[in-house]
């Protein structure tokens, strides 16, 4: 059915720069409440274990599998909602079910139980990133989206760190609580109440998405335009796949060496230099806040600077620069002898694998229609999840297993995964740029037509 270009949204004046960071902060709020939910089950591998009776590889499927199969497969349909309907609101009912799920964790009774919770986490937080990353196109002209965009993107070293920081606090706090009698709710082991102390509170954040962000204005609609079915915006993908297909399985593979340094990092300073749990956790979650956050931020200003100067691909070749900054990094931790040059190394490779968060998404924006942005995020999302977070973590542990056949091997394992996939990101990604590039411009020329 053809609409008006302004259906939905706000009166078409531009709001203020002010209120437009505004939002941001919530939405930086809201994906770092999502990544604290996301993370705090690696800290309960015991009690969990302990209570339901279960395997390591049964526990791998509630941490892991219960969640990034059911975020990435309900990514696409979701994004089709926040491509054509209000994205205000899909985020504000999507943070109140991750929320209610996290603290339904606590209710879980069974493995089968926590395995629904878990799943039901992963569905309220894949409404986050495509809507998010739509609405922000539209509140910030395209020569400050980068940062835009990364500021956003802070949650997720922010909701990382705080995931092993304060998370591990108040898994101290309630470890040593066997079972307490609950109002209404009855007996309760003491590492549920981790899940109602993580998650309840980000109620809040919904209540400010619902009542003081505005739906904004969609830019670059054409009065009339039709809402494309799905066939028809995979078909527009499939057109492109010159330039989809290099910007999003290369920066996916870049992202296997992400995720591995993201969950293996603590690991990496046990084994190799004796920390004690508690303690790699600290120093790694203050690495994240501080090493990645600062990543983060410096990507967005250079890509847009870099943008601003005629660089249509900026954003991109940002992103390849990381690339070729983390290498290094990451291959020094195989060769670290003491734990200064393993944490200088390792705050390095962190601050490095930080620049893709935000402006990998953005520049999907700059190169696709408004009424496909949200699902060409989430296809992205689909695929770097499933290679990302789905094979970077196991490619380590099968390398320290079979190739090396050592724990002690880590930093080892981290090394040459980089040295073999940060070199084929950035081919991949590179013989895509021209591709990318003209997108890119014609997108521009379309938005200043209209």
Do not use: K
């Amino acid at each position: 059915m053809a609409e008006s270009s302004q259906s939905g949204s706000v009166p078409n004046a531009q709001p203020s720069s002010g209120y437009a960071w505004y939002v941001v902060i919530v939405l930086l709020l809201a994906q770092t409440a999502s990544f604290l939910d996301r993370m705090i089950m690696g800290l309960l591998v015991g009690p969990i274990r302990a209570t339901f009776d279960i395997s390591d590889t049964q526990y791998s499927l509630l941490a892991g599998l219960a969640f990034s199969l059911f975020y990435a497969g309900m990514g696409l349909p979701l994004a089709r909602i926040a491509d054509n309907g209000n994205r205000r609101n899909l985020i504000a009912i999507g943070i109140t079910v991750w929320c209610l799920m996290t603290a339904a964790c606590g209710l879980a009774r069974s493995f089968w139980g926590l395995f629904a919770a878990r799943v039901g986490v992963g569905v309220g937080e894949a409404t986050l990133g495509p809507a998010a990353s739509s609405m922000i196109s539209d509140y910030f002209p395209r020569s400050g989206l980068a940062r835009a965009l990364s500021v956003y993107t802070m949650g997720v070293t922010l909701g990382s760190g705080l995931a092993y920081i304060a998370g591990g606090a108040v898994v101290t706090a309630v470890s040593d609580i066997d079972v307490i009698m609950v109002p209404v709710l009855g007996e309760v082991y003491g590492w549920q109440l981790t899940f109602f102390i993580v998650g309840l509170p980000g109620l809040l954040i919904a209540l400010l998405m619902a009542l003081t962000v505005r739906e904004p204005v969609r830019r670059g609609l054409v009065v009339g335009e039709q809402r494309l079915p799905l066939s028809a915006a995979m078909h527009y993908l499939w057109e492109r796949r010159r330039a989809y297909g290099a910007l999003i399985v290369g920066v996916s593979i870049f992202i296997m060496v992400v995720y591995a340094l993201n969950i293996w990092g603590p690991t990496y300073l046990i084994r190799t230099f004796d920390y004690p749990p508690g303690d790699a956790g600290l120093r790694f979650g203050l690495i994240m806040m501080g090493a990645g956050t600062a990543g983060l931020l410096f990507a967005g200003w250079l890509a847009d600077r870099w943008f601003a100067s005629g660089t249509p691909d900026a954003y991109l070749r940002t992103v390849l620069l990381s690339m070729f900054g983390l290498a290094p990094c990451a291959i020094g931790l195989g060769f670290a002898t003491d734990e200064t040059n393993a944490i200088v190394f390792l705050s390095g490779a962190i601050f490095f694998s930080a620049f893709q968060g935000g402006i990998s998404i953005g520049a999907l924006q700059l190169m696709t229609p408004n009424r496909l942005r949200g699902q060409a995020v989430a296809v992205y999302l689909l695929v770097a999840n499933l290679i990302g977070l789905g094979l970077g973590p196991t490619v380590i542990a099968a390398t320290t297993d079979y190739v090396f056949q050592s724990d002690a091997a880590i930093g080892q394992s981290i090394a040459l995964s980089a040295l073999v996939l940060c070199p084929l990101a950035a081919l991949i990604l590179y013989t895509g740029l021209p591709a990318i590039r003209r997108e890119i411009e014609i997108r521009s020329a379309e938005d200043a037509a209209v």
